[in-house]
Protein backbone atom coordinates (compact mmCIF):
# COMPACT_ATOMS: atom_id res chain seq x y z
CA UNK A 1 0.00 0.00 0.00
CA UNK A 2 0.93 3.37 -0.81
CA UNK A 3 0.38 6.34 1.64
CA UNK A 4 0.20 10.15 -0.02
CA UNK A 5 2.78 12.62 1.66
CA UNK A 6 2.33 16.12 1.68
CA UNK A 7 5.04 17.69 0.49
CA UNK A 8 5.81 21.54 -0.10
CA UNK A 9 8.73 23.84 -1.55
CA UNK A 10 10.13 26.70 -0.49
CA UNK A 11 12.13 28.88 -2.70
CA UNK A 12 11.07 28.82 -6.29
CA UNK A 13 14.10 29.70 -8.71
CA UNK A 14 15.92 26.55 -10.48
CA UNK A 15 16.37 24.20 -7.57
CA UNK A 16 12.68 24.10 -6.65
CA UNK A 17 11.89 23.69 -9.71
CA UNK A 18 14.62 20.65 -9.88
CA UNK A 19 12.72 19.10 -6.66
CA UNK A 20 9.50 19.74 -7.62
CA UNK A 21 9.98 17.34 -10.79
CA UNK A 22 12.26 14.85 -8.48
CA UNK A 23 8.83 14.69 -6.51
CA UNK A 24 6.53 14.20 -9.54
CA UNK A 25 9.35 11.52 -11.35
CA UNK A 26 10.20 9.44 -8.07
CA UNK A 27 8.04 6.97 -7.96
CA UNK A 28 8.48 6.04 -11.80
CA UNK A 29 11.86 4.87 -11.18
CA UNK A 30 11.76 3.72 -7.71
CA UNK A 31 7.71 2.14 -7.46
CA UNK A 32 8.37 -0.03 -4.61
CA UNK A 33 8.84 3.36 -2.69
CA UNK A 34 5.65 2.97 0.04
CA UNK A 35 5.53 7.05 -0.07
CA UNK A 36 3.98 9.12 -2.25
CA UNK A 37 4.48 12.46 -2.27
CA UNK A 38 1.73 15.12 -2.98
CA UNK A 39 2.33 18.86 -3.88
CA UNK A 40 0.30 20.63 -0.92
CA UNK A 41 2.02 23.69 -0.91
CA UNK A 42 4.94 26.33 -2.66
CA UNK A 43 6.56 29.42 -0.98
CA UNK A 44 8.29 31.81 -2.92
CA UNK A 45 8.84 36.15 -1.99
CA UNK A 46 9.17 37.69 -5.75
CA UNK A 47 5.29 38.41 -6.71
CA UNK A 48 3.93 35.62 -9.07
CA UNK A 49 6.55 33.09 -8.84
CA UNK A 50 4.79 31.01 -6.29
CA UNK A 51 1.56 31.21 -8.55
CA UNK A 52 3.35 30.54 -11.58
CA UNK A 53 4.78 27.08 -9.80
CA UNK A 54 1.12 26.19 -8.48
CA UNK A 55 -0.43 26.48 -12.09
CA UNK A 56 2.51 24.70 -13.76
CA UNK A 57 3.22 21.82 -11.36
CA UNK A 58 -0.32 21.12 -9.99
CA UNK A 59 0.64 22.56 -6.06
CA UNK A 60 -2.62 23.07 -4.21
CA UNK A 61 -1.92 26.37 -2.93
CA UNK A 62 0.73 29.12 -3.13
CA UNK A 63 2.18 31.74 -0.83
CA UNK A 64 4.70 34.81 -0.74
CA UNK A 65 5.17 33.25 3.00
CA UNK A 66 7.45 30.70 3.90
CA UNK A 67 6.02 30.92 7.16
CA UNK A 68 2.46 29.85 5.49
CA UNK A 69 3.66 26.73 4.34
CA UNK A 70 5.43 25.70 8.11
CA UNK A 71 1.78 25.80 9.53
CA UNK A 72 0.08 23.83 7.07
CA UNK A 73 -1.24 21.15 8.43
CA UNK A 74 -1.55 19.32 4.92
CA UNK A 75 2.29 19.92 5.04
CA UNK A 76 4.89 17.07 6.51
CA UNK A 77 7.51 17.46 4.64
CA UNK A 78 9.73 20.36 3.10
CA UNK A 79 11.97 21.12 0.57
CA UNK A 80 14.04 24.02 1.15
CA UNK A 81 16.00 25.47 -1.70
CA UNK A 82 15.36 29.28 -0.51
CA UNK A 83 19.24 31.24 -0.49
CA UNK A 84 21.78 30.73 1.68
CA UNK A 85 21.23 32.90 4.47
CA UNK A 86 17.57 31.71 5.18
CA UNK A 87 18.78 27.98 5.52
CA UNK A 88 19.29 28.00 9.50
CA UNK A 89 15.68 30.03 10.45
CA UNK A 90 13.29 28.17 7.77
CA UNK A 91 15.54 24.41 8.24
CA UNK A 92 14.72 25.02 12.20
CA UNK A 93 11.45 26.31 12.27
CA UNK A 94 10.32 23.16 9.33
CA UNK A 95 11.95 20.31 12.00
CA UNK A 96 10.47 22.10 15.27
CA UNK A 97 7.12 22.20 13.38
CA UNK A 98 7.80 18.62 13.27
CA UNK A 99 7.97 18.30 9.41
CA UNK A 100 11.29 16.06 7.59
CA UNK A 101 13.51 18.20 5.72
CA UNK A 102 14.86 18.00 2.15
CA UNK A 103 17.38 21.31 2.14
CA UNK A 104 20.18 22.31 -0.39
CA UNK A 105 23.42 22.60 1.04
CA UNK A 106 25.54 24.06 2.38
CA UNK A 107 22.50 24.62 4.94
CA UNK A 108 23.42 27.89 6.35
CA UNK A 109 26.39 30.30 6.30
CA UNK A 110 28.25 28.48 8.44
CA UNK A 111 29.27 25.07 10.45
CA UNK A 112 26.99 26.93 13.22
CA UNK A 113 23.96 27.04 11.21
CA UNK A 114 24.50 23.93 9.83
CA UNK A 115 24.22 22.77 13.57
CA UNK A 116 21.78 24.30 14.64
CA UNK A 117 19.27 22.57 11.57
CA UNK A 118 21.02 19.44 12.43
CA UNK A 119 20.04 19.69 16.18
CA UNK A 120 16.54 20.63 15.37
CA UNK A 121 16.14 17.69 13.29
CA UNK A 122 17.80 15.29 16.10
CA UNK A 123 15.50 16.89 18.72
CA UNK A 124 12.37 16.53 16.37
CA UNK A 125 13.19 13.18 15.45
CA UNK A 126 12.38 13.78 12.09
CA UNK A 127 13.93 13.23 8.56
CA UNK A 128 16.76 15.42 7.03
CA UNK A 129 18.30 15.13 3.72
CA UNK A 130 21.04 17.41 1.82
CA UNK A 131 21.50 18.36 -1.80
CA UNK A 132 24.98 16.73 -2.28
CA UNK A 133 23.94 15.07 -5.15
CA UNK A 134 26.52 14.06 -6.95
CA UNK A 135 27.75 11.61 -4.59
CA UNK A 136 24.29 9.95 -5.98
CA UNK A 137 26.16 9.24 -9.74
CA UNK A 138 26.26 5.43 -10.44
CA UNK A 139 29.98 6.01 -11.49
CA UNK A 140 31.06 7.22 -7.96
CA UNK A 141 29.00 4.91 -6.05
CA UNK A 142 31.06 2.44 -8.17
CA UNK A 143 34.25 4.11 -7.59
CA UNK A 144 33.05 4.20 -3.22
CA UNK A 145 33.17 0.31 -3.78
CA UNK A 146 36.48 0.09 -5.55
CA UNK A 147 37.96 2.18 -3.10
CA UNK A 148 36.67 0.06 0.27
CA UNK A 149 37.14 -2.98 -1.63
CA UNK A 150 41.28 -1.92 -2.09
CA UNK A 151 40.84 -2.59 -6.33
CA UNK A 152 43.30 0.28 -6.52
CA UNK A 153 45.32 -0.68 -3.54
CA UNK A 154 45.44 1.67 -0.43
CA UNK A 155 44.30 5.26 -1.94
CA UNK A 156 47.38 7.60 -1.16
CA UNK A 157 45.98 10.93 -3.11
CA UNK A 158 43.43 12.51 -4.42
CA UNK A 159 42.36 15.22 -6.70
CA UNK A 160 39.24 16.83 -7.04
CA UNK A 161 38.24 20.14 -8.99
CA UNK A 162 34.60 21.98 -9.54
CA UNK A 163 35.34 24.72 -12.36
CA UNK A 164 32.77 26.71 -13.39
CA UNK A 165 32.48 29.66 -15.15
CA UNK A 166 29.23 31.00 -13.91
CA UNK A 167 30.26 34.04 -12.42
CA UNK A 168 32.83 34.55 -14.63
CA UNK A 169 31.17 37.71 -16.91
CA UNK A 170 31.92 41.30 -15.35
CA UNK A 171 28.40 42.08 -16.22
CA UNK A 172 27.25 39.26 -13.88
CA UNK A 173 24.65 40.90 -11.38
CA UNK A 174 25.39 41.68 -7.98
CA UNK A 175 22.81 39.08 -6.43
CA UNK A 176 22.87 37.81 -2.84
CA UNK A 177 24.79 35.27 -3.90
CA UNK A 178 27.94 37.44 -3.49
CA UNK A 179 27.19 39.26 0.15
CA UNK A 180 28.94 38.16 3.01
CA UNK A 181 25.64 38.25 5.33
CA UNK A 182 23.34 36.75 2.55
CA UNK A 183 25.66 34.38 0.41
CA UNK A 184 28.19 32.77 3.33
CA UNK A 185 31.76 32.19 2.14
CA UNK A 186 31.24 32.11 -1.82
CA UNK A 187 32.18 29.45 -3.89
CA UNK A 188 33.09 27.87 -0.84
CA UNK A 189 29.39 26.99 0.46
CA UNK A 190 28.82 26.91 -3.95
CA UNK A 191 30.90 24.30 -4.91
CA UNK A 192 33.81 23.54 -2.65
CA UNK A 193 31.03 22.19 -0.24
CA UNK A 194 30.63 19.38 -2.96
CA UNK A 195 33.92 18.95 -3.36
CA UNK A 196 34.26 18.46 0.56
CA UNK A 197 31.50 15.47 0.73
CA UNK A 198 32.45 14.02 -2.02
CA UNK A 199 35.75 13.61 -0.29
CA UNK A 200 34.34 12.35 2.49
CA UNK A 201 32.33 10.09 0.77
CA UNK A 202 35.03 8.17 -1.18
CA UNK A 203 37.97 8.47 0.84
CA UNK A 204 36.68 9.05 4.89
CA UNK A 205 37.37 11.85 7.34
CA UNK A 206 39.61 14.66 6.73
CA UNK A 207 42.14 15.30 9.69
CA UNK A 208 43.46 19.01 8.83
CA UNK A 209 43.55 21.14 5.79
CA UNK A 210 45.32 24.33 4.09
CA UNK A 211 43.91 26.72 2.23
CA UNK A 212 44.01 29.74 -0.06
CA UNK A 213 41.08 31.95 -1.49
CA UNK A 214 40.84 35.01 -3.92
CA UNK A 215 38.45 37.45 -5.25
CA UNK A 216 39.06 37.72 -9.11
CA UNK A 217 36.14 40.09 -9.62
CA UNK A 218 35.92 42.54 -7.13
CA UNK A 219 33.00 44.29 -8.00
CA UNK A 220 29.72 43.75 -9.54
CA UNK A 221 26.21 45.47 -10.73
CA UNK A 222 23.60 45.77 -8.80
CA UNK A 223 20.33 44.68 -10.23
CA UNK A 224 16.77 46.68 -10.44
CA UNK A 225 14.45 43.96 -9.96
CA UNK A 226 14.21 40.40 -9.34
CA UNK A 227 16.73 37.95 -9.86
CA UNK A 228 16.46 33.79 -10.89
CA UNK A 229 19.80 32.30 -11.50
CA UNK A 230 23.00 33.85 -12.58
CA UNK A 231 21.57 37.39 -14.02
CA UNK A 232 23.24 40.33 -15.88
CA UNK A 233 23.04 43.36 -14.78
CA UNK A 234 25.53 45.98 -17.03
CA UNK A 235 25.23 49.73 -16.09
CA UNK A 236 23.50 49.13 -12.83
CA UNK A 237 25.60 50.65 -9.28
CA UNK A 238 28.69 48.81 -9.03
CA UNK A 239 29.12 47.27 -4.87
CA UNK A 240 32.07 45.22 -3.92
CA UNK A 241 31.73 41.20 -4.12
CA UNK A 242 32.67 40.30 -0.64
CA UNK A 243 32.95 36.39 -0.72
CA UNK A 244 35.57 34.20 -2.38
CA UNK A 245 35.35 33.43 -6.16
CA UNK A 246 38.13 30.83 -6.39
CA UNK A 247 39.66 28.38 -3.58
CA UNK A 248 42.39 25.65 -3.45
CA UNK A 249 42.89 23.36 -0.56
CA UNK A 250 45.35 21.02 0.74
CA UNK A 251 43.75 17.66 2.46
CA UNK A 252 44.78 15.50 4.95
CA UNK A 253 43.13 12.78 5.46
CA UNK A 254 42.81 10.26 8.48
CA UNK A 255 43.70 7.14 6.47
CA UNK A 256 46.97 8.85 5.48
CA UNK A 257 45.97 9.79 2.20
CA UNK A 258 46.72 13.36 0.79
CA UNK A 259 44.33 15.34 -1.64
CA UNK A 260 43.85 18.86 -3.41
CA UNK A 261 40.57 20.04 -3.91
CA UNK A 262 40.00 23.49 -5.68
CA UNK A 263 36.73 25.41 -6.87
CA UNK A 264 36.61 28.34 -9.12
CA UNK A 265 33.02 30.18 -9.93
CA UNK A 266 35.05 32.86 -12.33
CA UNK A 267 36.82 29.59 -14.60
CA UNK A 268 37.21 31.27 -17.81
CA UNK A 269 36.03 27.73 -20.37
CA UNK A 270 34.79 25.80 -17.79
CA UNK A 271 31.57 24.68 -17.70
CA UNK A 272 30.61 22.12 -14.89
CA UNK A 273 33.95 20.80 -15.10
CA UNK A 274 33.93 18.59 -11.88
CA UNK A 275 35.59 15.33 -10.57
CA UNK A 276 38.07 13.43 -9.42
CA UNK A 277 41.25 11.37 -9.96
CA UNK A 278 42.49 8.83 -7.18
CA UNK A 279 44.98 7.47 -7.21
CA UNK A 280 46.26 4.02 -5.17
CA UNK A 281 49.18 1.74 -4.55
CA UNK A 282 48.47 -0.49 -7.39
CA UNK A 283 45.58 1.68 -9.64
CA UNK A 284 43.88 4.79 -10.10
CA UNK A 285 39.93 6.12 -11.03
CA UNK A 286 39.28 8.97 -12.96
CA UNK A 287 35.48 10.44 -13.26
CA UNK A 288 34.11 13.36 -15.05
CA UNK A 289 30.80 14.53 -14.48
CA UNK A 290 30.73 16.10 -17.92
CA UNK A 291 30.69 12.52 -19.18
CA UNK A 292 28.67 10.92 -16.06
CA UNK A 293 28.33 7.52 -16.98
CA UNK A 294 32.00 6.48 -16.95
CA UNK A 295 34.66 5.66 -15.18
CA UNK A 296 38.52 5.23 -15.97
CA UNK A 297 40.02 2.44 -14.07
CA UNK A 298 43.63 1.95 -14.02
CA UNK A 299 44.27 -2.02 -12.04
CA UNK A 300 46.56 -4.29 -11.95
CA UNK A 301 50.25 -5.34 -10.98
CA UNK A 302 51.85 -3.31 -13.44
CA UNK A 303 52.54 0.07 -11.69
CA UNK A 304 54.43 1.87 -14.90
CA UNK A 305 52.53 1.35 -17.84
CA UNK A 306 49.57 0.19 -16.73
CA UNK A 307 46.74 1.39 -19.12
CA UNK A 308 43.14 2.98 -17.97
CA UNK A 309 40.03 1.09 -19.32
CA UNK A 310 36.75 3.00 -19.57
CA UNK A 311 34.14 1.29 -18.00
CA UNK A 312 30.32 2.48 -18.41
CA UNK A 313 28.57 1.69 -15.53
CA UNK A 314 25.13 -0.31 -15.41
CA UNK A 315 22.23 -1.41 -13.75
CA UNK A 316 24.67 -2.92 -11.29
CA UNK A 317 26.40 0.61 -10.04
CA UNK A 318 24.67 2.58 -7.66
CA UNK A 319 21.23 3.38 -8.20
CA UNK A 320 21.06 3.23 -12.46
CA UNK A 321 18.95 0.17 -12.75
CA UNK A 322 15.93 2.56 -11.96
CA UNK A 323 17.03 4.59 -14.59
CA UNK A 324 18.16 2.78 -17.81
CA UNK A 325 18.30 -1.63 -18.77
CA UNK A 326 21.71 -1.56 -20.25
CA UNK A 327 25.03 -0.09 -19.83
CA UNK A 328 26.19 3.20 -21.05
CA UNK A 329 22.59 5.09 -21.65
CA UNK A 330 22.88 8.53 -20.40
CA UNK A 331 22.06 9.48 -17.11
CA UNK A 332 21.53 13.35 -16.45
CA UNK A 333 21.83 16.00 -13.77
CA UNK A 334 17.73 15.78 -13.01
CA UNK A 335 17.96 11.91 -12.06
CA UNK A 336 20.37 12.51 -9.41
CA UNK A 337 18.31 14.65 -7.83
CA UNK A 338 15.40 11.84 -8.15
CA UNK A 339 17.81 9.72 -6.32
CA UNK A 340 17.90 11.89 -3.76
CA UNK A 341 14.36 12.57 -3.29
CA UNK A 342 14.31 8.50 -3.24
CA UNK A 343 16.48 9.00 -0.05
CA UNK A 344 14.47 11.14 1.31
CA UNK A 345 11.48 9.37 1.41
CA UNK A 346 12.62 5.81 1.95
CA UNK A 347 14.70 7.72 4.92
CA UNK A 348 11.11 8.75 6.03
CA UNK A 349 9.39 5.52 5.22
CA UNK A 350 11.74 3.40 6.93
CA UNK A 351 12.37 6.26 10.10
CA UNK A 352 16.51 5.03 9.51
CA UNK A 353 18.71 7.78 7.21
CA UNK A 354 19.80 7.09 3.91
CA UNK A 355 21.78 8.84 1.50
CA UNK A 356 23.28 12.22 2.40
CA UNK A 357 22.43 13.59 6.14
CA UNK A 358 22.51 16.81 8.30
CA UNK A 359 25.42 15.57 9.94
CA UNK A 360 27.35 14.90 6.31
CA UNK A 361 25.98 18.97 6.18
CA UNK A 362 27.74 19.65 9.91
CA UNK A 363 31.16 18.04 8.58
CA UNK A 364 31.17 19.92 5.43
CA UNK A 365 30.40 23.09 6.77
CA UNK A 366 33.28 22.55 9.53
CA UNK A 367 35.72 22.61 6.54
CA UNK A 368 34.90 24.87 4.83
CA UNK A 369 34.73 26.97 8.25
CA UNK A 370 37.95 25.62 8.20
CA UNK A 371 39.42 26.96 5.06
CA UNK A 372 38.09 30.16 5.74
CA UNK A 373 40.18 30.77 8.50
CA UNK A 374 43.65 28.79 7.05
CA UNK A 375 43.09 31.26 4.07
CA UNK A 376 43.11 34.09 6.60
CA UNK A 377 45.75 32.69 8.96
CA UNK A 378 47.43 31.71 6.38
CA UNK A 379 48.15 28.14 8.37
CA UNK A 380 47.21 24.58 8.58
CA UNK A 381 44.03 24.14 10.85
CA UNK A 382 43.01 20.77 12.25
CA UNK A 383 39.46 19.38 12.00
CA UNK A 384 39.36 16.74 14.31
Same mark, same amino acid.
Given at each position: ???? &?? @???????????? #? $??????????????????????? *??????????? *????????? $??? %??? @?????? @???? +???????????????? *??????? %?????????????????????????????????????????????????????? !????????????????????? /?????????????? &?? +????????????????LAADTAVFVPERARPSGATAGHTRAAGGVLGPVEND??? +??? &??????????????????????? =?????????? *???????????????????????????? =????? #??? =?????????????????????? %???? /??????????? !?????? $???? $? &???????????????? /?
Amino acid at each position: MVNT &LG @VAVVGFGWMGRV #H $AQAYARVLHHFPRLPLRPRLVAV *ADEVPGRAEEA *AARYGFESA $ARD %WRE @VVADPR @VEAV +SVTAPNFLHREIGVAV *AEAGKHL %WIEKPVGLTADDARAVADAAAKARVAGTVGFNYRNAPAVAAAREMVAAEEIGTV !THVRIRLLSDYAAHPDGALTW /RYERERGGSGVLGD &LA +SHGVDLARHLLGEIDSLAADTAVFVPERARPSGATAGHTRAAGGVLGPVENDDYV +SCL &LRFASGARGVLEASRVAVGEQNN =YGFEIHGTRG *ALFWDFRRMGELGVSRGTAYQDQPVATV =YVGPG #HGE =YGAFQPGSANAMGYDDLKVVEA %WHFL /RSIAEGAPHGA !TLEDAV $ASAV $A &LDAMARSAAGRAWVNL /R
